[in-house]
């Protein structure tokens, strides 16, 4: 097929890359550990672990998981827990196990986290303690059979152990009382005298490495089965786009959490891969802390999403950090504002750069080039190894610069959804084309820009929001008859939902609605606004026409 963007390549990017170098996620991760070893691979609030480290703590894991009379090789392993040194740990050593990994957003309510547990069938979670409580109403209805709990300090030196986990508890109280029977402390796995042989499980590039769960437009959220050989990929389809910057002793930045397939794929393995010393960021909606760490440390990259860049520069201390080194500022999740990235250069002498990815393709498909100085409001190009179409409604492939639904072909492309064969076979064709279910175009260079959305998704600060899911949990209030959910521009969100609703008690008022959504929903996933109708505009098939409402 005709490949434009090859044409815009510069010398250095090949045009397809070997994955044939590892066979499968666990050769990368003892590639990384045997050559980075004596460097420091993360740090968080000031404790640095080396690759070193990682590699010990990991094969501990991993020797406990495989003991565990309750788990086997392919069992899933649930994951909920922010950006700390458990984090790193705890993926390399559920790989290591010859286990899957089911990412877990730690903002879930019981009621998503218990639909995540019951269709990938996890059984066993690993958990950070502020998060506990949200487990302990989820386990009904689920296979957990092993719940870790592990608290923030537990990589801590003894003093600031327990003064981080002491103030966390009793003094900032942002730890709810929880209550687990059988449970194990992640700490005592690492101080057991109980000796475990760790012995590395013979998988293949096609076995699943991680259930990394996204949403649809209809229905709940379903687990994207993203193989070793995905994730290797886009590993080294990313090392290929970034080799000219490449340098030892780089550091990275990492503020979006390492649960979102962006932050997983770029920030954890691409930067392990070459041996970067990473800045975990715990909380970087403190914009204000977030600031003062990043005066610490001369970075060479940063990624993150156009709201996490916006709130950045707003800070009167941002200034004063020392952007000498920095060489790549990367955003993803949402569409970077041109605004936000010509302030960014004004004041760090880079611009932000974006690309373009899917949960679905592990996750990137296009990038800018890392030599660009200024922002042109693409998706970039392709990287190595992947094809991109454009197709009308009956399938024909579009033209240049004709709009029309985008649709990728790569060895990055999810194995599938799932059990759930009916979508995977609505997503991916018998050829191997993705239909991403987005609106674009391809100019004369192979730039790939971004239209629209086929779906009725609404992005949130990055996160995927589905209009649905809000829908069927908004209809469940005994006051509404009816309600739509879209996205509407937000100027510090990118988009917030807004509900059109029918409601039957006249007493029903826009902050009963959403203080109700509270109960239910992720905090991104809150309406910001209600309006209230006497009917909702409908097709003669009775489907509501989400476009009549836009506007209004």
């Known amino acids: 097929m005709n490949k434009p963007w090859l044409k815009t390549y510069p010398k250095d990017i090949p045009p397809e890359i070997d994955s044939s170098k590892f066979d499968t996620l666990v050769d990368v991760i003892d590639h990384s550990f045997s050559k980075y070893g004596k460097s420091v691979a993360f740090c968080n609030m000031g404790i640095e672990l080396k690759y070193s480290d990682i590699d010990r703590f990991s094969k501990q894991l991993a020797s406990f998981l495989q003991s565990h009379s309750s788990l086997r090789p392919g069992d899933r392993i649930a994951v909920m827990m922010p950006n700390i040194l458990q ?19 730690p903002l879930y309510t019981a009621r998503e986290l218990r639909h995540q547990l019951k269709d990938s069938g996890a059984k066993a979670i690993i958990v950070l303690e502020n998060f506990a409580s949200t487990v302990s109403e989820a386990l009904d209805e689920s296979d957990i059979e092993l719940v870790i709990v592990t608290k923030v300090g537990d990589h801590f030196p003894i003093l600031k152990k327990y003064i981080v986990n002491f103030i966390l508890k009793y003094i ?19 101080s057991s005298k109980e000796s475990f042989d760790y012995k590395k499980f013979d998988l293949s590039g096609n076995d699943i490495a991680f259930l990394q769960y996204t949403g649809g437009t209809t229905g709940l959220s379903k687990g994207a089965m993203l193989t070793h050989k995905n994730i290797i990929t886009n590993i080294l389809q ?3 786009w970034t080799k000219p910057i490449q340098k030892k002793g780089d550091i990275v930045v990492t503020p979006l959490p390492l649960y979102h397939i962006f932050s997983l794929s770029l920030n954890l393995f691409l930067f392990m891969y070459l041996g970067a010393y990473n800045l975990l960021i715990t909380n970087p909606k403190d914009i204000n802390g977030f600031v003062k760490e990043l005066k610490k440390y001369s970075f060479s ?18 200034r004063n950090i020392d952007f000498s080194n920095l060489k790549l500022a990367m955003g993803g999740g949402m569409a970077v504002q041109k605004e936000t990235s010509e302030k960014w250069k004004a004041i760090t002498g880079r611009p932000i750069v974006q690309g373009y990815g899917l949960t679905e393709t592990s996750p990137v498909v296009s990038a ?49 959804y799932w059990r759930n064969k009916e979508a995977t076979t609505v997503s991916i064709s018998p050829e191997g084309w993705f239909h991403s279910g987005d609106l674009g175009h391809i100019d004369e260079e192979g730039y790939l820009f971004i239209d629209d959305r086929l779906t009725d998704m609404i992005i949130v600060s990055g996160f995927n929001v589905y209009p649905s899911e809000i829908e069927d949990f908004v209809i469940t209030h005994p006051g509404i008859d009816e309600v739509a959910a ?22 029903l008022t826009s902050r009963a609605i959403i203080d109700f959504c509270r109960q239910g929903l992720t905090g991104y996933k809150i309406p910001q606004s209600v309006k209230f109708c006497d009917d909702l505009p409908k097709t003669n098939v009775g489907k509501i026409l989400k476009r009549a409402l836009k506007g209004n």
């Open 486 to 507: 879209i996205g509407v521009p937000d100027s510090d969100s990118g988009e917030a939902v807004k509900l059109f609703v029918v409601k039957n008690d006249d007493k």
């Open 87 to 105: 984090y790193p740990i705890t993926i390399m050593g559920i790989l290591r196990a010859g286990m899957v990994v089911v990412n877990v957003n």
């Open 301 to 318: 990259y940063i990624t993150g999403v156009n709201t996490l860049y916006a709130a950045l520069l707003r800070d009167p201390q941002f």
């Open 368 to 416: 800018t080039l890392i030599s660009s100085s200024n922002f042109n409001g693409a998706a970039g190009l392709p990287v190595p190894s992947t094809e991109l179409k454009i197709i009308d409604k009956e399938g024909i492939i579009l033209p240049i610069n004709e709009v029309g639904e985008i649709c990728i072909r790569g060895p990055q492309v999810m194995k599938g």
């Open 238 to 240: 990313l090392d290929a």
């Open 172 to 190: 900032k109280r942002i730890v709810p009382l929880w209550k687990i029977k059988g449970y194990i402390n992640y700490s005592d796995i690492f």
